[in-house]
């Protein structure tokens, strides 16, 4: 399995997304320009060019036709993802960490870190398909608790689900904002949870976390299903659409990277098994922690983005498939 290497980006990758047919992946990084690749032999198709600050987020339009970003210079946006043109500008007062797209593409969420004396909050904006008619207007704020690095869609766009810094996944009722469930930090997890990732029919979703740890929930009753452990902290997660795998990837803390070998340092992709929980292989690459893993839909290739500022697309060999 030899990967390709993606070098578009000057600076660490934050977030990498496949569009729904798998034919393209969007990539974020700090270096406040997201970019458009096709998904099968990694060129790059273009870039956004617009924001001022680390984009952390994005998310895709069901049928491919519009971007929406996330970035520290206070702002979300909307563009158009054949001609690059920046659609809309959503202004906050603090950094935009997540966006998410609802199904329909007729909401979005979007999630503001904690900033000169405000609490972190959960932004859901509508999304208007006639450009004249979109506004900046929030349908629903939700207060937050410490900083959330993630927030997706429920089933049927009747719920959020929140995670971060405070290590509690938590379901808002996405119509009146009311706090439905929340997850236990006795059996949960125990440090910041870095990253979310819904699976594809929405009964489940995979947490990772910097306490070394990452979490099957029950997408409805937030029980936990299955639990994976690593070695260093987690900072990227993501499921196999097409066999039962998961892959999850970090290493140790960026800071502390130039102290150690690549080998100590456990900058490497790992498979676990998602029923059985046991690890069944890994790929390495990186010269740096991972920040960023995705399948693409159909199952069949991956890509990783890391601290080194590389996305690599790795296309499955065929005996892969035949990992039991």
């Known amino acids: 399995m030899r990967p390709i290497l993606m070098k578009g980006h000057e600076r660490p990758l934050t977030y990498l997304k496949y569009n729904r047919e798998g034919d393209l992946l969007f990539s974020c990084a700090k270096d406040h320009t997201p970019t458009v690749w096709y998904a099968h032999s990694g060129e790059r198709l273009g870039t956004y060019g617009g924001h001022s600050g680390a984009v952390w987020c994005c998310d895709i339009s069901r049928d491919s036709s519009r971007l929406i970003t996330g970035s520290a210079d206070s702002t979300a946006s909307l563009w158009d993802v054949k001609s690059g043109t920046q659609l809309f500008c959503f202004q906050f007062d603090a950094p935009a960490r997540a966006v998410d797209f609802a199904v329909g593409d007729k909401l979005a969420v979007v999630t503001t870190d904690p900033f000169m004396g405000q609490t972190s909050a959960i932004h859901v904006k509508t999304i208007s398909s006639d450009l004249d008619n979109q506004t900046g207007e929030s349908v629903l704020t939700i207060k937050g608790q410490g900083r959330i690095n993630n927030a997706v869609w429920g089933p049927l766009n009747k719920t959020i689900i929140s995670a971060g810094e405070d290590a509690t996944v938590r379901i808002w009722d996405s119509e009146t904002g009311q ?19 819904m699976s594809e029919d929405g009964s489940h979703f995979l947490t990772g976390s910097s306490d070394k740890s990452a979490i099957l929930w029950d997408t409805r009753t937030l029980t936990i299903i299955k639990k994976y452990a690593a070695q ?30 690549h080998r100590a340092g456990q900058f490497e992709a790992k498979f676990f098994h998602k029923i059985r929980e046991e690890e069944i292989g890994g790929v390495k690459g990186h010269f740096g922690p991972i920040n960023a893993l995705a399948f693409n839909p159909d199952g069949r290739s991956f890509s990783s983005g890391g601290e080194d500022g590389y996305v690599r697309l790795h296309h499955f060999d065929p005996d892969y498939f035949n990992i039991k």
């Open 232 to 261: 260093s902290q987690i900072n990227a997660v993501a499921m196999s659409p097409l066999l039962d795998h998961v892959v999850i990837g970090g290493g140790q803390d960026a800071g502390v990277v130039t102290t150690t070998s």
């Open 179 to 197: 706090l439905l469930n929340e997850s236990s930090n006795e059996t949960g997890h125990q440090k910041t949870i870095t990253s979310l990732s």
